[in-house]
């Protein structure tokens, strides 16, 4: 029993979140890219925060039709200070948009999938957890 805990212990304990740091602006009019490109290129789980960094202007959590829309009138979420640190606290997707008139319509805006920090491999098991099963198999079987 007390093998499977250490196990336990340390698998949790591996588990830690990151920082993404974005500067938050209207993408220029002939760029290629967008901050969904970026966004999808990364891998959010569930603990990350994310800075957005930007000058005069506002980030915005809103809901999936509020951001299809680029409708500002009820967001779940709303700075303006400069300096806006979100952290994710559910496995969805997260719907972002700047909150200054006609931003969003030229592309400030933002959609970020998080995971389950379980959800890491495209296995159907990550291999720590994995591991901590087998233990936990292994116990058992040794004490019946």
């Known amino acids: 029993m007390f093998l499977w805990l ?3 212990l340390m698998v949790s304990g591996s588990v830690s979140s990151n920082e993404y740091k974005l500067h938050w602006v209207v993408p220029p009019a002939n760029a290629s890219t967008s901050l969904n490109d970026w966004a999808s290129t990364q ?3 569930v603990g990350d925060t994310i800075r957005f960094k930007y000058k005069k202007d506002s980030v915005m959590q809103v809901t999936k039709e509020g951001y299809m829309q680029c409708n500002s009138s009820h967001p779940r979420f ?5 300096k806006t640190r979100f ?3 559910h496995s969805v997707p997260y719907y972002f948009m700047s909150g200054t008139s006609g ?3 030229k ?3 933002m959609i970020v999938e998080v995971m389950n ?3 890491t491999s495209t296995s159907s098991a990550p291999p720590a957890a994995m591991a901590v099963w087998f233990c936990f198999l292994s116990f058992t079987l040794y004490i019946l």
């Open 107 to 109: 592309g400030q805006k």
């Open 78 to 82: 709303y700075s303006n200070t400069g």
């Open 43 to 45: 891998r959010f789980q």
């Open 6 to 8: 250490v196990v336990v």
């Open 103 to 105: 931003h969003c319509e």
């Open 87 to 89: 952290m994710f606290d």
């Open 117 to 119: 920090h379980d959800r």
